[in-house]
């Protein structure tokens, strides 16, 4: 069956008119001199968990929250919190946020609009064997998505049917080789997660400065037999024991804190550099039977 034609991008992640392809750096900065990446247990509950954007459930209590998420180059404090929790059951993975915001102001609404280029964003990216999946969302529940493919092990292991599917795409992103690579990765703008769930929950008053918000909070649900899309062989859903490499990441526009200028990127885990596109700075989690 041919695949529907994909709605094409409005906002691309640079201000440029979209076309087919844009070619992005891929920013990796040396990081042997920061501190190992978490290593989180993600637990697994028992009950459904509710995607309201509330994070009210009891799972959710219980669930071990993060370390609030440090500057994305120098790993010092930012300038608001942001924490993460994480949950799993034999359908989805469960990410819920708890971001601190004093002015939520939420303006991107097109399709798969790059949110984090006007608005304040939370992200997620979870990594396969060969794939990586990217997705974020701002207080209007808006979200972008990509999927990123490897390409130099689509050449090695002569798949060239997959890697052109991925070269006939109307709008991808190619980030170039990084030292020690000979062929970097394209990351698909119209992909779509099936079976995603998202909510937010705003605990203010949204677009209105004048009054002092306290922030918002989120929760995704991800699929796993949607995952499986990324996994690359890695086993979705996981067994006990199994790790998979994921990342968080928080965009702050200065609005309400003193400045009308300027943003601060914070991260589950620093990364040395203004690229969160570097998967071995991303934490280790395993997942384990326990309940919470």
């Keep these: 069956m041919k695949d529907p034609s994909p709605r094409r991008i409005v906002n691309f992640p640079t201000r440029e008119k979209p076309g087919l392809h844009m070619i992005c750096p891929s920013g990796q900065e040396p990081y042997d001199h920061l501190p190992p990446v978490t290593k989180y247990l993600c637990r697994r509950t028992e009950t459904p968990v509710t995607i309201d954007g509330r994070l009210e459930e009891d799972v959710w209590q219980r669930a071990g929250w993060s370390q609030p998420f440090q500057n994305i180059t120098s790993g010092g404090k930012p300038n608001v919190e942001t924490r993460l929790a994480l949950l799993w059951d034999d359908e989805f993975l469960y990410a819920g946020y708890r971001v601190e915001d004093h002015d939520v102001k939420g303006t991107m609404g097109a ?19 060969g794939y990586y999946y990217e997705m974020g969302i701002n207080p209007l529940n808006n979200i972008y998505q990509l999927r990123w493919t490897w390409v130099e092990p689509l050449v090695e292991q002569q798949r060239f049917d997959e890697l052109e599917v991925l070269l006939r795409r109307q709008d991808y992103l190619y980030y170039i080789a990084r030292e020690g690579e000979r062929l970097g990765r394209i990351g698909d703008l119209n992909y779509q997660l099936p079976g995603l769930k998202t909510a937010v929950h705003i605990d203010g008053v949204l677009n209105q400065s004048d009054i002092r918000d306290s922030g918002w909070s989120v929760e995704f649900a991800l699929p796993w037999e949607g995952l499986r899309s990324i996994s690359g062989g890695k086993t979705m ?5 199994d790790m998979l490499r994921i990342m968080a990441y928080r965009m702050n526009h200065f609005r309400g804190q003193g400045r009308t200028e300027g943003h601060e990127a914070s991260t589950w885990n620093a990364v040395g550099c203004g690229n969160i596109h570097i998967p071995e700075r991303w934490s280790e989690v395993t997942f384990v039977n326990e309940a919470v």
């Design 111 to 129: 399709f798969h609009d790059h949110i984090y280029m006007e608005d304040d964003d939370v992200e997620i990216f979870v990594a396969g064997d």
């Design 237 to 241: 859903p996981p067994k006990h024991g």
